[in-house]
Structure formats: structure tokens, C-alpha cells
């Protein structure tokens, strides 16, 4: 079986999904700048997280002018090494994004779940479907969503360095940022917060992770209303 069939089909063996439930897991989810690494990195400054790295098939790239590291920011794996991965069952779960692929392996929440630390991670909104879907009582996501599309412009702009690089991701990910955001909004096991004081999306997040779920309030139905309007700008924009 090639790479593609075998992500279109793959499930996490046994002793994967016993991993999978043993652990306890929070996933920031969202479109591309919404700022998800910056709560995670925050949150890690927490003893009881521990930070979940993906595994990739894409190369580094240069995030706010520095490149990317492998076992820092992901695993970077060919496309032949993610497929053997996936025949020796060491992934939970794989997805296929623009041109590549993103997975979460079983040995990341291995020794987070031994040591009964949250394991934290930012993976796109498919992959924390296929850990729900192993272990629902395990997997808290909050979809995390900046304050306004002019705002996001910016964060995206300042992400890529240069206005012609911007363009062009701009141009392949428009239409995959539509579809996670219009999927999230259907998705009702998903906390939506939104983005603007780093420090209470932090805190926020935290007391999700913890499930002190009556501090949302009415903030998970304000947050939607965020997420609808910057769908609305985003499909106005060519």
C-alpha cells in the first residue's frame, strides 16, 4: 500500500488506543496564525504539561524569521519514512493537508501518560476528530480564534516575512481555511476561545484543560460569533 492509502484507512492499533485513553489531553486547534503555539508555549511553562511534537512529511520552514527544528517544532519524516510508521502502527492518527502529512505518534503521550501530565499539542481539526473518536473522555480541543480578520492579516503577514511568500500561501490555503473554520462550527465538543489578551486566552485555556468548564459561560457562543464573522470577511476575499 502507498502513503496514501494507508492514511485513508489507518486506525491506531490496540496497544495505541490503550496509550490514547490512558493519557490526558488538551489540542489547540485553528486556523493557520490564530496564535495556537504562542498558548501553548505559555502553558508549557506549567510543570504538569508536556508537549506533544507532530511528525511531518513537510520541510522546515521560517516561522517569525526562524527556521524550524527537527524534534523542536516537528519530527520531519519523509513521505517513505511517515509510510512506514503507519504499517508499524506507531502513529494514533494521520492527516493530509495541502501537499503533505501530519500525525501524532503513540510514543509522544506514552511517558505523558505514565507521568499523569497533560499532553499538549496544536494539530488541525481532523486529528483531534480522530482522538475523540478513540477516546472522547480523554481529549479536550479548544478552537482558538483571532479577534478580527484585519488582525489575522497582520499575524500572517508578520508570519511569512515577505508579502510575495504571503501571496502564495495565502493563495493554497484559503480555501483549507474556510473549510476548518465552517467544520469547527458544526463540531460541538470543540471550547472556542478567541485570541486577543494572550495572558486570559492562557488562563482560559488552562481552566478548559482542567475542566472548570463554568468559567466559559456564554464565551464559547461569543467566540462562535468571532469565528462566523471572520468566515464571512475570508470568503468576501479573493
Same mark, same amino acid.
Given at each position: 500500500?502507498?502513503?496514501?492509502?494507508?492514511?485513508?484507512?489507518?486506525?491506531?492499533?490496540?496497544?495505541?488506543?490503550?496509550?490514547?485513553?490512558?493519557?490526558?489531553?488538551?489540542?489547540?486547534?485553528?486556523?493557520?496564525?490564530?496564535?495556537?503555539?504562542?498558548?501553548?508555549?505559555?502553558?508549557?511553562?506549567?510543570?504538569?504539561?508536556?508537549?506533544?511534537?507532530?511528525?511531518?512529511?513537510?520541510?522546515?520552514?521560517?516561522?517569525?524569521?526562524?527556521?524550524?527544528?527537527?524534534?523542536?517544532?516537528?519530527?520531519?519524516?519523509?513521505?517513505?519514512?511517515?509510510?512506514?510508521?503507519?504499517?508499524?502502527?506507531?502513529?494514533?492518527?494521520?492527516?493530509?493537508?495541502?501537499? /503533505?502529512? =501530519? @500525525?501524532?505518534?503513540?510514543?509522544?503521550?506514552?511517558?505523558?501518560?505514565?507521568?499523569? &501530565? !497533560?499532553? +499538549?499539542?496544536? %494539530?488541525?481539526?481532523?486529528?483531534?476528530?480522530?482522538?475523540?473518536?478513540?477516546?472522547?473522555?480523554?481529549?479536550?480541543?479548544?478552537?482558538?480564534?483571532?479577534?478580527?480578520?484585519?488582525?489575522?492579516?497582520?499575524?500572517?503577514? /508578520?508570519? =511569512? @516575512?515577505?508579502?510575495?511568500?504571503?501571496?502564495?500561501?495565502?493563495?493554497?490555503?484559503? &480555501? !483549507?481555511? +474556510?473549510?476548518? %473554520?465552517?467544520?469547527?462550527?458544526?463540531?460541538?465538543?470543540?471550547?472556542?476561545?478567541?485570541?486577543?489578551?494572550?495572558?486570559?486566552?492562557?488562563?482560559?485555556?488552562?481552566?478548559?484543560?482542567?475542566?472548570?468548564?463554568?468559567?466559559?459561560?456564554? @464565551?464559547?457562543?461569543?467566540?462562535?460569533?468571532?469565528?462566523?464573522?471572520?468566515?464571512?470577511? !475570508?470568503?468576501?476575499?479573493?
Amino acid at each position: 500500500m502507498n502513503i496514501e492509502e494507508l492514511a485513508e484507512t489507518y486506525k491506531p492499533d490496540d496497544a495505541g488506543i490503550k496509550v490514547v485513553r490512558e493519557a490526558k489531553m488538551l489540542f489547540l486547534v485553528g486556523i493557520m496564525s490564530a496564535g495556537k503555539d504562542a498558548i501553548k508555549n505559555e502553558l508549557l511553562k506549567k510543570q504538569e504539561y508536556s508537549k506533544i511534537i507532530t511528525h511531518t512529511t513537510r520541510l522546515p520552514r521560517i516561522n517569525n524569521g526562524v527556521l524550524e527544528k527537527d524534534g523542536e517544532n516537528y519530527y520531519f519524516v519523509s513521505f517513505d519514512g511517515m509510510a512506514e510508521l503507519l504499517k508499524s502502527h506507531q502513529m494514533v492518527e494521520v492527516n493530509h493537508f495541502g501537499d /503533505n502529512y =501530519y @500525525g501524532t505518534s503513540v510514543n509522544e503521550l506514552h511517558q505523558t501518560a505514565y507521568d499523569g &501530565d !497533560i499532553a +499538549i499539542g496544536a %494539530i488541525d481539526i481532523n486529528g483531534v476528530l480522530a482522538f475523540y473518536d478513540i477516546a472522547p473522555n480523554s481529549t479536550t480541543a479548544v478552537f482558538v480564534v483571532p479577534p478580527s480578520y484585519d488582525i489575522w492579516i497582520e499575524r500572517i503577514k /508578520n508570519r =511569512y @516575512g515577505s508579502i510575495d511568500f504571503f501571496n502564495i500561501e495565502w493563495e493554497k490555503r484559503r &480555501d !483549507i481555511t +474556510i473549510d476548518e %473554520i465552517e467544520f469547527a462550527l458544526k463540531t460541538p465538543y470543540l471550547f472556542f476561545v478567541v485570541n486577543d489578551d494572550l495572558d486570559e486566552t492562557v488562563e482560559l485555556a488552562d481552566k478548559i484543560a482542567h475542566h472548570d468548564r463554568d468559567v466559559i459561560g456564554n @464565551g464559547d457562543a461569543k467566540a462562535r460569533e468571532v469565528a462566523l464573522g471572520l468566515l464571512e470577511a !475570508i470568503k468576501r476575499t479573493p
